[in-house]
């Protein structure tokens, strides 16, 4: 793998300078300052014991904070809150059993924190359909809150990916071991697709870009530099662009139940990778150790932050959460 990654990295162009990060305008929002989305490709990896406790220690710190189920068919957000399932649900919103999304919004008991559930009857991510996403993404866009937090599912079905890049801050989150690693990985690299093909600076080259997003296609397009090699030839003006683009595609990064220094570092080597490998800017946001008192947690039904507000597991995320507003406070889409 070192070897294609050093004769991509003489291929790519020179991503060190983001200054382009600002530049995506994003629809104006009532009041939210930004979204923040955790994914991550596999399923069990702690999206959302992430998301969950992000959104406890964003709103401990008086930040109003709604975070949202976006694990469509298997949500469960509620129990990692320490909640039952609340009666409106997104169910309810996508088939209109509720005036508006404010219905299905919930107060967790933790001050300035309210849920928004997932659908219950099995409607799957990959079955909503391009008008509910946005009509979604409006409503949730229009929420009165200052952060939304999305609980991702797992997998890399467009909406799925296009819930993450509607984000400001988007969190991969991965456990040390391969499996978790390689979907990743897919998952990375089909939201950097995603994200140049939703791009509208660079409509005369998306001809190129849908036939890269075919993993097998035929023009031997397999990796963003060959992409990046095909329209510097064919249009040099689009790779300047492209190059702006890719610059924008900034996803965080968090290993979790790490055990071991190797499994700490894995979030180094990923980075890099992603650096040499997509021309990426990830920044590692940090780990979370493997502890047990998590599912102690969850078998009686209180959120971890809560339950257990001196572990390491909850110092590491009260620093990240601090991180996200250090770094990227003024980070639009
Ligand atoms: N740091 C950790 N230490 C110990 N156990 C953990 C840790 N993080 C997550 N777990 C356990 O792993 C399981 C999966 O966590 P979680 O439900 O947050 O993952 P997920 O990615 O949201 O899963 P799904 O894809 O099914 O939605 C849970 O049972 C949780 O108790
Ligand atoms: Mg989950």
């Known amino acids: 793998m070192d070897g294609t990654v050093n004769s991509l990295e003489a291929v790519l162009p020179d991503y060190s300078n983001n200054s382009a990060f600002d530049e995506v305008a994003r629809p104006p929002a009532r009041r939210i300052k930004q979204i923040w989305a955790v994914g991550g490709g596999k ?93 979604l993404l409006t409503a949730l866009n229009s929420l009165d809150t200052d952060y ?42 089909s939201a950097y697709f995603r994200h140049l093909r939703n791009d509208p600076k660079l409509l005369e080259v998306q001809a190129l870009i849908d036939v890269a997003m075919d993993s097998r296609n035929e023009r031997n397009i397999r990796t963003p530099s060959d992409l990046f090699r095909e329209v510097s030839q064919s249009n040099p003006e689009a790779a300047v662009r492209l190059k702006r683009s890719i610059a924008c595609f900034n996803p965080k990064l968090i290993v979790n139940q790490a055990r071991t220094q190797s499994d700490i570092d894995v979030g180094y080597s990923v980075k890099t990778v992603c650096k040499k490998y997509f021309g990426i800017e990830m920044d590692y946001l940090g780990y979370l150790d493997y502890d047990s008192s998590v599912w102690q947690a969850i078998r009686r039904k209180r959120p971890m932050l809560l339950e257990f507000p001196n572990s390491r597991l909850v110092m590491n995320i009260d620093r990240m959460v601090q991180q996200i507003f250090k770094r990227y406070n003024n980070v639009k889409k």
């Open 43 to 135: 399923g069990g990896v702690g999206k959302s014991l992430i998301a969950s406790s992000l959104a406890i220690s964003a709103s401990r710190l008086g930040n109003s904070v709604v975070v949202v189920d976006l694990d469509l068919g298997g949500a469960n957000l509620h129990t990692a809150l320490g909640l039952d399932l609340p009666k409106n649900t997104l169910s309810d919103f996508f088939s209109d059993r509720v005036p508006s999304l404010e219905a299905c919004r919930v107060q967790t008991g933790i001050q300035h924190l309210d849920i928004i559930s997932g659908a219950q009857d099995a409607i799957g991510v990959a079955n909503v359909s391009d008008v509910d996403k946005t009509r």
């Open 148 to 189: 939304l937090i999305f609980d991702l599912g797992a997998g890399t079905t467009f909406n799925t990916i296009d819930f993450f890049l509607s984000s400001n801050v988007g969190i991969i989150t991965l456990l040390p071991e391969p499996t978790s690693i390689e979907n990743a990985y897919r998952f990375i690299k």
